[in-house]
């Protein structure tokens, strides 16, 4: 019996930065999002409800203030943590508030974006805070997370300095628009050869790396899928371009061929949903959040930041 180790791809950050000219529009939209009162609010509750989820080492408190994809990546670290005995930080009362974008819309649901640098992590964490209507509560949807020396590209203000959204269909003064972005990107990241509508930046750079090691393990079958959900975050930078909000979800899925069991090194999320390892057949599910920059004209977009994890896997 062979056993053979896969290589596991670490969480990336990504470092960019942007030189914006500048231009304004003149929306039409009403309802602002939120006041700094009700971010300060949201943050309060998000950090009270997170740590008694640490406390308990449960993500169930987690639904009352995260939903969809950032949910699922938070409760697959959880169950990870359960798994392999160990334990995770509190949200720390350091978490900064250093930036609010809150675009104004005529109808619900409203979102914000918000910066928040953590200190412990060392990292600015880019969200998304939506609410669907004025009874239900503020959850956090989104959270890529970027190095603190990136710089974000200055967005586009209204009259009353209302940041401005963008429809996720509209490419007007881009190359393409957002989705088209999102599912270029998502193709990009299944492909062999570099993309010709994407920057190759290093979190694609990166995964490819780790597939191309992990596809040369002799006796194992490795694919690999990408696929970019529905954008619904976009907002729209100086340049005329966006800063949009992609969630891909990722499937690899392992064929191994009789008398080799392949495993992930001791300690890794893989290896804690697939401890006995792979002798058969196995899949890996995983969510990865990416803050995608889409410049104006016909520059391609590239990755600022992600934040991603395993959030599902079966095998034998």
Known sequence: MRRLSLVVAAALLLSACAAIPSHRDDPTQSKVAAAQSDVDAIYDRYRAVRNAAIGLLDPKPLSTVESGPVLAIDSGSFEVSQRLSTTQDEESQGLVVTDVQTPSFSKYPLWFMATAYDAA?????????????????????????TVVSTELPQLRHDGRGSALAVSPS????????????????????????????????????QMRDSFDAN????????????????????????????????????LDTYDVQPGVTVSWPAGSPQEAFLADGISSSGKLRYYHQVLLYLPGGDKRPRALGQYGGVVGADGD
Not at 122 to 142: C, G, H, M, T
Not at 191 to 202: G, R
Not at 234 to 239: F, G, K, M
């Open 121 to 145: 992590g060392k990292v600015n964490r880019i969200q998304i805070f939506e609410r669907e209507s004025a009874v239900d509560p503020w959850l956090l949807v989104a959270a890529p997370q």
């Open 170 to 205: 509209s490419s007007t003064g881009m190359a393409m628009s957002p989705q088209d972005a999102a599912d270029a990107y998502a193709q990009a990241l299944g492909a062999t050869s570099p993309s010709s509508t994407v920057e190759q930046d290093d979190f694609i750079r």
């Open 215 to 250: 596809s040369k393990l002799e006796g194992v079958g490795v694919t690999q899928d990408w696929a970019a959900e529905k954008v619904e975050h976009a907002l729209r930078t100086e340049d005329g371009g966006a800063l949009v909000f992609l969630t891909l979800l990722r």
